[in-house]
């Protein structure tokens, strides 16, 4: 008996040993380590950063909702009226509640963004395993992303907390930084970032070149950079970066109307790839309409009559970027950069990010700052005759900067809420949406420039603040 | 079996009447035989009776055509005896002649199959008369004289006692020649018996009818009512066949204290919650840990395709796992011979880790010995909705959306197809009668056969079912299942071998979204749903757009489950010395599910179908877990009691595996099923995940004379759920028990007293429902991406990982009295709990800044949950022809969230409050709606009306929509050949009701009739705010009332008949005609009528959008050959 008990003993001893509770990684999944071992898999990362953001819906809150929700705030779209979103209308009437989002927020659109970018750049830097090619242009594309995050929550939000790090305990208590010093990360990001990307667009092994513009080079972060100095007033600068895009003719020129949404267009400096089989881009599914017409769920707007009436006579713009349906009695006019709403194989519309077009306008504003008006009207020039128009008339500088600014208005509707940004950053957000705000059956508050934090956010970091007005 | 000498010698020394004498001599050679080698196996043979003053000839004589048994009397013997009425049904020959012969001085021994009926021999024999004894030699029997080891004999008054050996003896000495025995055995009526100068004592004792001697099934082991330190409530299976449903855990609903249980859905499948004695973890699972015949069964099965079946409750990482039913559905009730419930520390610790939300364990049927048993049972019913909901009809509706778009300042617009002529507005249709009107149909068949000997036995039973929908169209639960049990004992009894398996398929056809939504809130003018062709309807305008969305369309989306489960288990033991057990037991489970859902062309609009694609959806998943356990057991004697050592280890694993694949591009909708004909495939999301346990546990547990109780459990368990710093942790518990109707002075003093016991328990027990791997930092592909992004798979984190995650704590210490009066007429167990949840392992809720809105972790907040169990059962009336039982149970709860260190500065000051419970919703006041706006006004800061009170200051309104009580009201009452079983169940408790539909006024939507009481115009005092066609307006002050104020909270408290049950035993000539052995035919109702307040469909889904649970009828045949 002693036997068979020193036996059990034995083989209760040896079930109890931690080797026997030790699994294996899921097939579904790698360890952080290993993703950060070798080159494929650490691309795999930033590349599934794309691909997410990519993936999204304009009307699912994802980064590509920035080309509906800030035209609904701004004078771009009109909410269609059977539309049984909330947020949607509170977007629209410029009454968000901070409560009352629905996820249909920027800010848990991006702060995730800014995690996987934050890690990348932490694992990437201490990883010794990866070529140095390699880890040269990753970081340099995980200092885009994070630049490219924060340049829209400062410009939607205000003043942001700065993650730069991954620990939780930290970061859940950080408190808002002003709005300069986030100026100040994204443009010393994007500084490094020029310094460390390619100068082609590689492919996703980042060794070889491809025609497909769809991963961050060092013009992208030019784009950005020049955008950033525009906001930041920093005319010369923003000038210098714009030019070096333009200078760049071998790789950049304008494309015909028709042609400049198209996949890999010479005007293209960034675009996402579909990631979902058959679909085109994330903007056609949304904002062209059906022969039904709009309606609550699927294709909740349409343009608002305040952008149809701001084209010239003669804007072929609004013959090629814009169709219409009649529904109902009623016809909707609707946005028709990208055509292609249906399933084609292959896909022959990417969805456009930066695009050499916004480069020139940028320069022109830029210039005229600088007192260039020459090099600013023959900019301007550039992009009208593109549509169609003659010469501007425009003379004085006050003239000429309300020309560009209308002409960003006709040229860039629609594009990743640039209108709503524009109408922020020149100061004109308060005179025009106090017109604009009681046609869509709102009130006008100067304190709806900046959306609110989702309350939730405020609840969970007892240092984050709240806009004012919510 | 062998008789003892002593019953031969008395049937020899006592002399017989000469009938039997000259029988004996006719098979003179024949009796001797059999007195050297008699055997018992026929008195386990099952019979029928029933029997009015029937003369005791006439029981013999249909026992005799029932088993063949003959039986031999002197004529003299019987001339005195009284008339017996007997009703029973299945009971075992012993018992029968044991009831008929024990009142009437006369008892029996059973030779070959012959019963011999004689004169009671005394007990005592052979007065010594010369010497007083100083020594008292006895042996203790059962009613067929198996020797009962391990009684317990004391002498009244005195402290000296002593068990008996392996073959029933035992000796006392320095015994009082006037002292009186007081002999007890488990599971057998105790007896006293006057020494009376003898000192040879033969005692035999009647098996115990009483309901605290049934066998229960614990953790490793059986114990009974009786002998249980635990808080441990078992269900028989006469209680779950009396119900018609096809998973076995709704069986249990109102019937167990502190059990809760709530059913998600009326639809086949459909999820369940199961809650033991509150909610012990804030955010992470709260199930219990199921066991099937000793092998550990998942309590969440991975998540479906779609969400119609509901869930059960599941929450890991903090999110519900909102689909895919109930694992529970895939074992066949029939199967189930007990379901026992273990609540307190005693009763659950030595499950360790996985126990803190308690166990249920369920053990399926045996074989028995004896005859071959073949029983069938058939059955056929009908299910319909509960309750409806009273909704607008179409002059009240128009009038509300006429009176909507007024209010708002607009007018009907060209869109408003619902008033603006575009439909008829005259027609008024009943939706919920079209849509969730109908039958739902039930068949049943099982059958099973048994049998064996006395050392091998065997079941092997089957089961079809089907039940339909109340949906218009052709779906179907069909489940097919097998059950197989084999005994077998070796010659010597030293090695057991037990082998047992269930396997059922089940095949769900439905449909993917649950129309009742549609059913309640589809405006009364909505067209027809079908066109003269007979294709569905869409009532498109002159330019093509539909009008609408036929409801049907959705039922052709349709979604079909093919699951099969089977659940195998082993158990091999060999006792190598006496006492001493080496087993171990064996398990393996494997829960397979495919899915599919189709979605043809045909479920949009036809004007959406150009921008539409035929999608066909495959998933499947599978679970698949074995156990071994190996055990060492000791049971013995040491001085006076009994103990009981049980040392054993675990060793287990659990494979979960799944898939989802999207198949779109199809050119045909006949070709939806096969992924192969679609164009593009898409792979949805995979689960791939492995758990691993092991565990050391040790029990010892002592009983001194059926009188003091200890139980001690301990465990040692590990799971791979936690980082390596914290993968072991110890459990502990210990129960007390003290049976004090043992005492003398109490068994002298309160005669009425025939049981009474207190016993105590405290201990700790854990939880690891948290997923799996959540200390790793893993990263898995992008979702949602078909054509990978340069070609390449994207790869992202999952998650914040923490690899300091360990065990949630559960303290649980327990009080209980348990007591019979009027020899157990009378039976109630009060249990009095509380339980402190801590360690509590949290999706900690984080800003969106730290990249996730949350991270697993422990937190040391405290959950505590306290409560009351209380159960009664009396026997009313108990005559021979008339039986009338009642049993009342009711469980008080209180859930306190005790501490939350902090808590001001967490993610959840919002959600929690110390001191209140964590099922609590913070809600404004609604003050009502103003007068002379009509809009819902709210008390604001400092209680001053406002339309647009803020959240997180305003709603401090605590509405608690846990339970506060519930329980069942059982009567069973039995005459003659019939017998009758009503139950009632009750629940005290507030919900959210339906008070206010969606957004009354919009279009399309119907809304409930209470509606009307609306504000019109000013002056109006009414409860509800003004219609309003559209979001915009006042939108927010209707969302927050209805969904975040105490105006939507109120009571939804019910009182349900929960199920009734009409049973009719054919008279036996009957059966006897027809050559069965037991035949009844019965109708059983569920769910037949709800008493309640509560404003929606039903108050136990708390939902108005969903399916309620059925209202069921069956009718059926069982029997046995």
């Known amino acids: 008996m002693s036997i068979t008990l020193s036996f059990i003993i034995a083989c209760l001893t040896q079930i109890s040993c931690k080797k026997m509770l030790s699994v294996p990684t899921p097939d579904t999944s790698i360890s952080a380590n290993n993703v950060y071992s070798n080159d494929a898999t650490a691309i795999s990362v930033l590349t599934g950063i794309y691909a997410q953001i990519s993936s999204q819906r304009l009307t699912s809150g994802g980064v590509n909702s920035l080309s509906l929700l800030p035209s609904l705030s701004a004078d771009e779209l009109t909410l269609f009226g059977g539309s049984t979103n909330v947020t949607y209308g509170n977007y629209y009437i410029n009454a968000l509640n901070s409560s009352n989002l629905g996820y249909l927020d920027f800010w848990h659109t991006f702060y995730p963004y800014l995690f996987f970018a934050n890690s990348a750049i932490e694992e990437i830097s201490n990883s010794v395993s990866l070529s140095v090619p390699v880890k040269q242009q990753l970081l340099g594309e995980a200092k885009f992303v994070r630049a490219f995050c924060y340049y829209y929550l400062l410009s939607l939000y205000g003043d942001v907390p700065i993650v730069t790090g991954t620990d939780y305990t930290l970061n859940s208590v950080l408190p808002r930084s002003p709005k300069e010093q986030v100026l100040a990360l994204v443009v010393s990001d994007l500084k490094e970032a020029q310094n460390l990307l390619s100068d082609t667009y590689l492919d996703a092994t980042l060794l070889n070149p491809t025609t497909e513009r769809v991963r961050p080079t060092k013009w992208v972060a030019d784009a950005l950079l020049a955008r950033t100095y525009l906001l930041l007033k920093a005319y010369d600068s923003a000038e210098v970066q714009s030019t070096a895009i333009i200078n760049n003719a071998s790789l950049y020129s304008l494309d015909t109307l028709n042609g400049v949404f198209l996949k890999n267009s010479n005007e293209a400096i960034w675009q996402l790839q579909p990631v979902v089989t058959g679909w085109n881009s994330p903007d056609a599914q949304t904002l062209i309409l059906p022969a039904t017409g709009p309606d609550g769920y699927a294709w909740p707007a349409y343009l608002s009559n305040t952008l149809l009436n701001s084209f010239e006579p003669g804007d072929q713009r609004k013959a090629d970027w814009i169709d219409s349906i009649a529904a109902g009695g009623i016809t909707y006019y609707f946005p028709f950069k990208y055509k292609l709403n249906s399933l084609t194989s292959p896909v022959n519309e990417y969805e456009m990010v930066f695009r050499l077009g916004e480069q020139y306008l940028i320069r022109a504003e830029s210039r005229l700052q600088q007192n260039n008006t020459s090099g600013s009207t023959s900019d301007l020039n550039i992009v009208r005759a593109r549509a169609g128009l003659p010469n501007t008339t425009s003379s004085t500088k006050e003239d000429l900067m309300n020309s560009i600014l209308h002409e960003r208005q006709t040229e860039l509707f629609t594009e990743w809420g640039s209108r709503w940004l524009d109408l922020k950053r020149t100061g004109s957000v308060d005179s025009v949406m106090n017109i604009i705000s009681p046609q869509k059956g709102g009130i006008w508050t100067s304190t709806a420039q900046l959306y609110p934090i989702p309350l939730s956010e405020i609840q969970r970091d007892p240092n984050l603040t709240q806009n004012p007005g919510y | ?1121």
Not at chain 2, 680 to 704: H, P, Q, V
Not at chain 2, 763 to 782: A, F, K, M, N, R
Not at chain 2, 835 to 842: A, C, E, G, R, V
Not at chain 2, 1089 to 1104: A, N, Q, R, V, W
């Open chain 2, 1 to 1121: 079996m062998h008789f003892t000498d002593f019953n031969l010698r008395a049937f020899l020394g006592r002399g017989i009447h000469k009938t039997v004498v000259r029988a004996m001599k006719l098979t003179g050679i024949l009796l001797i035989i059999a007195l050297l080698h008699v055997s018992a196996a026929g008195l386990s043979q099952k019979v029928t009776l029933s029997l009015k003053d029937a003369p005791l000839e006439k029981v013999f004589d249909q026992i005799k055509q029932q088993t063949g048994l003959s039986f031999l009397w002197d004529e003299q013997v019987l001339t005195k005896t009284m008339p017996v009425t007997l009703d029973v049904k299945d009971a075992a020959v012993s018992d029968v002649l044991d009831a008929c012969l024990k009142n009437q001085g006369l008892s029996y021994s059973i030779i070959q199959n012959m019963v011999v009926i004689k004169k009671s021999s005394p007990i005592i024999r052979q007065p010594m008369v010369s010497t007083p004894p100083v020594e008292v030699h006895g042996r203790v029997t059962d009613s067929l004289g198996n020797p009962l080891a391990g009684a317990s004999v004391t002498i009244k008054g005195s402290k000296s006692g002593t068990s008996t050996d392996a073959n029933g003896n035992f000796v006392l000495s320095n015994v009082k020649d006037n002292a009186t025995m007081f002999i007890s055995y488990t599971g057998y009526e105790s007896r006293q018996i006057k020494v009376d100068g003898s000192s040879d004592v033969s005692v035999h004792l009647n098996k115990s009818n009483s309901p605290l001697d049934e066998v229960q099934v614990i953790a490793y082991g059986t114990t009974t009512q009786r002998l249980s330190t635990g808080d441990v409530t078992t269900i028989q299976s006469k209680v779950i066949e009396q119900q018609p449903v096809s998973n076995p855990i709704l069986a249990l609903e109102g019937r167990v204290p502190g059990l809760s249980i709530i059913q998600s859905t009326g639809l086949p499948g459909s999820g369940v919650t199961v809650r033991i004695q509150g909610q012990n973890s804030i955010n992470n699972g709260n199930d219990p840990f199921y066991v099937i015949d000793g092998v550990p069964y998942t309590s969440q099965v991975l998540p479906a395709l779609s969400g119609i079946q509901g869930n059960s409750g599941g929450v890991i990482g903090g999110v519900v796992n909102s689909t895919g039913g109930n694992p529970l559905n895939y074992i066949n009730p029939s199967d189930i011979e007990s379901i026992t419930v273990l609540k307190d520390a005693d009763a659950t610790s030595i499950y360790g880790s996985r126990a803190a939300n308690g166990a249920i364990l369920i053990t399926t049927k045996k074989g028995k010995g004896g005859r071959t048993n073949v029983e069938v049972n058939m059955q056929n019913g009908w299910g319909k909705v509960t309750r409806m909901l009273d909704v607008l009809n179409t002059p009240q509706y128009l009038q509300m959306r006429h009176e909507a778009i007024a209010n708002d300042g607009q007018t009907t617009g060209p869109t408003d197809y619902d008033i603006n002529g575009t439909w008829d507005t005259t027609s008024n249709t009943n939706w919920q009668k079209t849509l969730i009107g109908g039958t739902a149909h039930y068949a049943t068949i099982d059958a099973s056969i048994s049998g064996g000997n006395a050392r091998t036995q065997y079941l092997v039973g089957g089961t079809y079912h089907r039940e339909t929908t109340v949906f218009p169209g052709d779906f179907a639960d069909q489940k097919g299942s097998g059950h197989f049990s084999l005994n077998t004992t070796s010659d010597n009894q030293k090695l057991k071998f037990q082998l047992s398996a269930n396997y059922l398929v089940d095949n769900n056809n439905i449909m993917s979204s649950d129309i009742t939504f549609y059913a309640v809130s589809t405006a009364p003018d909505a067209p027809t749903l079908y066109n003269k062709d007979g294709s569905l309807n869409w009532a498109p305008t002159t330019s093509g757009t539909s009008t609408w969305t036929n409801p049907l369309s959705y039922l052709l989306q349709t979604y079909s489950i093919k699951t099969s489960n089977l659940i195998s288990s082993a158990v091999i033991s060999y006792e190598f010395l006496p006492g001493f057990k080496l087993l171990s037991n064996f398990g393996y489970t494997n829960l397979q599910s495919d899915e599919k859902i189709i979605s043809p062309l045909t479920v949009n609009a036809p004007e959406n179908r150009p921008f539409s694609q035929r999608v066909g959806v495959f998933g499947d998943n599978n679970i698949n877990s074995w156990v071994v356990e190996p055990q060492l057991n000791y049971k013995g004697n040491i001085g006076l009691g009994k103990l009981e050592v049980l040392l054993g280890a675990s060793v287990q694993q659990n494979n979960s595996e799944g898939q989802q694949l999207y198949g779109v591009g199809y050119n045909s909708d006949l070709v939806i099923g096969d992924i192969k004909s679609a164009s593009t495939i898409i792979a949805g999301s995979s689960i791939n995940s492995m758990y691993k346990y092991n565990a050391l546990f040790g029990r010892l547990n002592y009983n001194w004379m059926d009188k003091y109780l200890i139980d001690i459990t301990i465990r040692r368990d590990g799971s791979s759920r936690f980082g390596e710093q914290n993968q072991y942790h110890n459990f502990g518990a210990a129960g007390l028990g003290w049976i004090f109707s043992q005492e003398d002075f109490i068994r002298d003093n309160f005669r009425f007293l025939s049981f009474g016991k207190l016993r105590a328990s405290y201990g700790t027990t854990g939880s690891d429902q948290i997923g799996d791997y959540q200390y790793l930092s893993l990263y898995s592909p992008v979702n949602n991406v078909s054509v990978a992004y340069q070609g390449i798979t994207g790869l992202l984190p999952n998650g914040l990982p923490n690899p300091y995650l360990q065990w949630e704590e559960t303290k649980k210490l327990q009080f209980g009295l348990e007591m019979g009066f009027l020899k157990d007429r009378i039976t109630f167990i009060l249990s009095y709990f509380q339980n402190h949840s801590s360690n509590q392992l949290l999706p900690y809720a984080l800003p969106i800044i730290a990249g996730f809105s949350s991270i697993t972790k422990n937190f040391p907040a405290t959950v505590e949950n306290s409560g009351l169990e209380f159960s009664l059962t009396t026997t009313n009336i108990k005559t021979a022809n008339f039986n009338w039982i009642t049993q009342f149970n009711l469980s008080i709860l209180r859930n306190k969230l005790e501490s939350f260190p902090n808590i001001e500065n967490s993610s959840y000051s919002s959600a929690l409050v110390i001191g209140q419970p964590i099922t609590i919703q913070k809600v404004y006041h609604l003050l009502g709606v103003n007068d002379t706006t009509g809009i819902y006004q709210f008390a604001g800061t400092k209680g001053t009306p406002t339309y647009s009170p803020t959240y997180g200051t305003d709603n401090n309104i605590i509405i608690n929509t846990s339970p506060e009580y519930y329980g069942g009201f059982q009567n069973d009452f039995v005459y003659g050949n019939i017998e009758l079983d009503i139950f009632f169940q009750f629940v005290k408790q507030k919900g959210l009701n339906y008070f206010y539909g969606s957004l009354p006024g919009y279009h399309y939507t119907n809304q409930p009739i209470w509606v009307l009481n609306s504000w019109h115009q000013p002056g109006d005092h009414a409860a509800q705010q003004q219609y309003s066609s559209t979001y915009a307006n006042i939108y927010q002050q209707y969302s927050d009332a209805s969904r975040t104020s105490d105006g939507a909270y109120t009571d939804a408290s019910y009182i349900r008949l929960k199920n009734i049950s009409f049973n009719y035993r054919l008279p036996d000539k009957w059966v006897r005609k027809m050559n069965f052995q037991n035949c009844k035919i019965y109708i059983q109702g569920q769910n037949i009528f709800t008493i309640t307040s509560y404003k929606g469909m039903d108050p136990e889904t708390l939902s108005s959008t969903t399916l309620p649970p059925l209202k069921i009828w069956v009718i059926g045949l069982r029997f046995g050959l």
